[in-house]
């Protein structure tokens, strides 16, 4: 209770004053105790507070897989340099995450795809290995290795990487392809066509404005005219 018409007509004894630089507050004695009452401590103010951002929507890579722990829009641009051509600025991007995070499987894979687009194929296969450590059923890298291995032409080892994949992700289209041309090599015409017969299958299933190479334009309307040429 403080001063003015609170304490009219009211016995003064009843109350305890208590004095405070330019006021004075008196308080029941029975309705409080007489211990001294710490003021309460007042939150100041949050200076440059950041709300949390929105979660970006990851980026499809091929058709099911996707790219989850590196910042997406910046795992786009490098694909697009790499796709474009770009090569040393995207070796660049990589390396410099890398010197950051240098256990993160996109980057690493990405990695290692400049490598191979730059002909450093003994790098680029290590790198993909290592991509692959960190996640053991992720198709991309294991199609990379795949095409390492035809590039140097051990066809059995691409052979078994592209079995590999198509047993983790039965609709992987370019493997399909990838597996049938090896077979065609290889004189198992009639395999080979059958995988491609399935591949077709796939893509006749797809949006044709598709893009079925994360790094290529190619959509699958083009990839469809390309494969009934072959058939």
Same mark, same amino acid.
């Given at each position: 209770?403080?001063?003015?018409?609170?304490?009219? #007509?009211?016995d003064i004894a009843e109350f305890e004053p208590l /004095? $405070?630089?330019?006021?004075?507050? $008196? !308080? @029941? !004695?029975?309705?409080?105790?007489?211990?001294?009452?710490?003021? *309460?401590?007042?939150?100041?103010? %949050?200076?440059?507070?950041?709300?949390?951002?929105?979660?970006? =929507?990851?980026? *499809?890579?091929?058709?099911?897989?996707?790219?989850?722990?590196?910042?997406? #829009?910046?795992?786009?641009? %490098?694909?697009?340099?790499?796709?474009?051509?770009?090569?040393?600025?995207?070796?660049?991007? @990589?390396?410099?995450?890398?010197?950051?995070? *240098?256990?993160?499987?996109? +980057?690493?894979?990405?990695?290692?795809? %400049?490598?191979?687009?730059?002909?450093?194929?003994?790098?680029?296969?290590q790198v993909a290995h290592k991509a692959l450590e960190?996640?053991? &059923? +992720?198709?991309?890298?294991?199609?990379?290795?795949?095409?390492?291995?035809?590039? &140097?032409?051990? =066809?059995?080892?691409?052979?078994?990487?592209?079995?590999? @994949?198509? $047993?983790?992700?039965?609709?992987?289209?370019?493997?399909?392809?990838?597996?049938?041309?090896?077979?065609?090599?290889?004189?198992?015409?009639? =395999?080979?066509?059958?995988?491609?017969?399935?591949?077709?299958?796939?893509?006749?299933?797809?949006?044709?404005?598709?893009?079925?190479?994360?790094?290529?334009?190619?959509?699958?309307?083009? +990839?469809?005219? /390309?494969?009934?040429?072959?058939?």
């Open positions: 209770m403080t001063g003015h018409a609170e304490l009219y #007509d009211q /004095i $405070y630089d330019g006021s004075i507050v $008196y !308080r @029941c !004695r029975d309705a409080f105790d007489t211990a001294p009452r710490a003021l *309460p401590k007042v939150q100041k103010p %949050v200076q440059n507070l950041r709300l949390p951002k929105k979660p970006k =929507r990851q980026m *499809p890579v091929g058709q099911t897989q996707q790219i989850g722990h590196a910042q997406a #829009d910046e795992v786009q641009l %490098v694909m697009e340099m790499i796709g474009d051509g770009k090569l040393d600025t995207a070796r660049s991007i @990589c390396e410099q995450r890398l010197a950051v995070t *240098p256990d993160d499987a996109d +980057w690493l894979y990405l990695y290692a795809r %400049v490598q191979a687009d730059l002909g450093v194929l003994e790098m680029a296969s960190r996640r053991k &059923t +992720w198709v991309h890298p294991i199609f990379l290795l795949a095409q390492l291995a035809e590039e &140097t032409g051990n =066809r059995q080892q691409a052979q078994t990487y592209l079995e590999q @994949c198509l $047993y983790l992700e039965p609709d992987f289209v370019l493997a399909y392809i990838s597996l049938a041309q090896i077979l065609d090599v290889e004189g198992e015409k009639a =395999r080979g066509q059958k995988l491609l017969d399935q591949a077709i299958q796939l893509l006749s299933a797809l949006p044709q404005s598709a893009k079925i190479d994360p790094f290529a334009k190619t959509t699958a309307s083009e +990839w469809l005219n /390309i494969l009934r040429l072959e058939s």
